[in-house]
């Protein structure tokens, strides 16, 4: 009996530790995938085809830790984030809307300086970074060919040790977002993340999204802690993400 009790003890705290350690997703379903939500001090990679909801779960986890009194950085590439859809997401956006610093280069070399920037203005109040999407200009970068492939990716590996450094030394989580491509192999086309090993080198969780018959799922990829492959389904709503 006595030792029962001590076998609960132990899984309670662990159980509070992860949850000291990690933030609301914004999202009870995510917040089940994730067991407790995004850890602090990492990267969290969120990658998938147009439409498939990144941008809706990152609205969803400024939503959370905005409404807690921090202030987000938000680093919008593609013009994704939308008032509107936010003013849907969260009904208390007014006050919300205050504590999220919107940043938005128009190439690579500005989100570079933008990224280098973050290590000067990041501070306690800071409760969340978000990059949606970082690789929208490196794939502009490798298509165009004006540099090497060596020094685009040298370069890109750069923005996000800089992420990495700040999550790590500020103890917050950073969310990020890529897109995919389809590659033929064989007689088969596979789908890959664009930014692959760099992005998964720099990431400790990465989530892939998928359309289902009209739903979504979010697939665990990789995890420190977590099972590769847990999954969970989910359908876009007007407030947000609800289970199916």
């Known amino acids: 009996m006595f030792g029962r009790r001590i076998a609960i003890y132990l ?88 504590r999220i610093m ?12 933008a990224l280098n920037e973050l290590r000067k203005i990041v501070n306690e109040q800071i409760g969340l970074i978000v990059v949606d999407t970082i690789s929208t200009f490196y794939r502009l970068e490798v298509g165009d060919g004006r540099e090497s492939i060596y020094d685009t990716n040298r370069q890109f590996g750069q923005q996000l040790s800089a992420l990495f450094e700040i999550a790590s030394k500020n103890n917050i989580p950073v969310l990020v977002t890529s897109q995919v491509y389809s590659s033929m192999k064989g007689d088969d086309s596979e789908i890959r993340i664009v930014g692959g090993d760099i992005l998964r080198h720099s990431s400790k969780c990465m989530i892939e999204l998928k359309k289902e018959n009209g739903n979504r799922s979010a697939v665990i990829i990789y995890h420190r802690s977590i099972p590769e492959g847990k999954k969970v389904v989910f359908r876009i709503t007007e407030s947000g993400i609800a289970a199916v």
């Open 11 to 98: 899984n309670i705290t662990t159980i509070l530790l992860r949850m000291a350690d990690r933030i609301g997703t914004g999202s009870g379903i995510l917040d089940r995938l994730l067991e407790g939500g995004y850890e602090k001090g990492i990267i969290t990679t969120i990658y998938g085809p147009a439409g498939s909801g990144k941008t809706n779960l990152c609205m969803l986890c400024v939503k959370e830790v905005a409404e807690e009194g921090k202030t987000v950085i938000y680093v919008d590439t593609e013009g994704s984030f939308s008032v509107d859809r936010f003013m849907q997401v969260c009904k208390n956006y007014k006050k919300v809307l205050e």
């Open 102 to 113: 919107l940043l938005r280069p128009v190439s690579f070399l500005e989100q570079k300086k």
